[in-house]
């Protein structure tokens, strides 16, 4: 097997051991997830004391936190903005739009399975999480991310067309400037056909 | 109020004093009247205080609306909204005009085919038809004459047919066009110990 960047060397390990308490959070509140944030990111809940931080940009971001239903429309932003942040990158699917579809489950405008167009680290279940479910989802996250098993994000890479041909299929080809093969080839996974 | 403070700084001479448009039945006879006269339409009557409904032929719209714009004084169309009367085979268009001389509502209600919806459009008289009638353009598949611009407006990728129209399933097409996952339940074990993925050869595993 070819080796990849989870390969662990003892930099690795330092790596990771650095990178899990310095998580930066875009969050991109489409649903009403977003509501349950405030108090996981204000003193209450206060998310800061694990490293984690909201992040205004893609490109810093490291954890990109969908909260809620996404339609056809909002995928196509979501696909661009994932594939404008840097690797390693953690998707969290938040409630059970993301799931399932949640309450628009025979909707015709919003998609029923996110992880279907882009790899999903986690999901949070629950319509919706509250604040202790989603410090629970970091944590877990932060304890992966240690052991060097949060490697979603390698799947892009890896099943780039099969993701392509799902995201092509609700919303037509678009071009989205991010040259995913390149990429592949610096982080050593596989050979990605375009 | 809310209505004093807009009546203050309105230099219009036509904005009547608040205290005319509360309380008497008789600016909403005066509106009745005057589309009675200019139209000869005699089905428009008071529903409650303040609001006025009735129905008018599609062809005979654009001419109250040009009226009741004009010279009832009704500057603001508030919303344009469509119905589907799959059983008639009808379309009914809610044309809804508030005056802020008179604080009154007047609902125009007009009926046209489903298989040839084409009205004519009023956004010549109120710029925000436009929109009002892009939207049901896309979602009901009514043509409105007149309107420089009915190109898509909120559903961009859309190729399939007008999504609200009643005889459109809304769950027959989700199923068909979206991916539905399956119930696991076995899931807890499949999520233990990192990244599961499904996608056959090319998934992780740790």
Known sequence: ?194 | MIADNYLAHTADPRVRKPEAATGSPRIEEEIIKAIQDATGNESFSLKAPRRIEGPVDSDRLHTLASLIWSRVGFQHLSAISCVDWLAEDEFELVYHFWSYRDFCLVSAKTRIPRETASMPTVSDLWQPALFFERDIHEMFGVVFEGNPDLEKYILSDWDGPPPMRKDFITREFAHDHFHFRDYEPDWDELVKGGYHSNRGEGGTDV
């Open chain 1, 1 to 194: 097997m070819e080796k990849t960047i989870t390969q662990r060397s003892a930099w690795d390990k330092v790596l990771t051991k650095l990178q899990k308490r310095s998580l930066w959070m875009l969050h991109y509140c489409t649903g009403c997830g977003a509501v349950e944030l405030p108090p996981t990111m204000t003193a209450r809940f206060d998310m800061e004391r694990f490293g984690i931080m909201p992040m205004v940009t893609p490109r810093q971001a490291d954890i990109l936190l969908i909260t809620g239903y996404l339609s056809v429309k909002t995928l196509k932003r979501v696909v661009l903005i994932y594939e404008q942040m840097q690797s390693p990158k953690y998707v969290v699917g938040f409630g059970s739009c993301t799931i399932n579809g949640g309450m628009y489950w025979n909707s015709y405008a919003t998609i029923k399975s996110l992880d279907q167009y882009i790899p999903v680290e986690f999901y949070l279940a629950g319509c919706m999480p509250r604040p202790e479910a989603i410090i629970e989802g970091f944590t877990e996250l932060i304890d992966r991310i240690g052991e060097g098993k949060a490697n979603s994000w390698e799947d892009y890479y890896k099943n780039y067309e099969f993701y392509r041909k799902n995201q092509e299929h609700v919303f037509g080809t678009i071009d989205t400037r991010t040259d995913i093969p390149d990429d592949a080839k610096y982080f050593k996974i596989g050979e990605v056909e375009k």
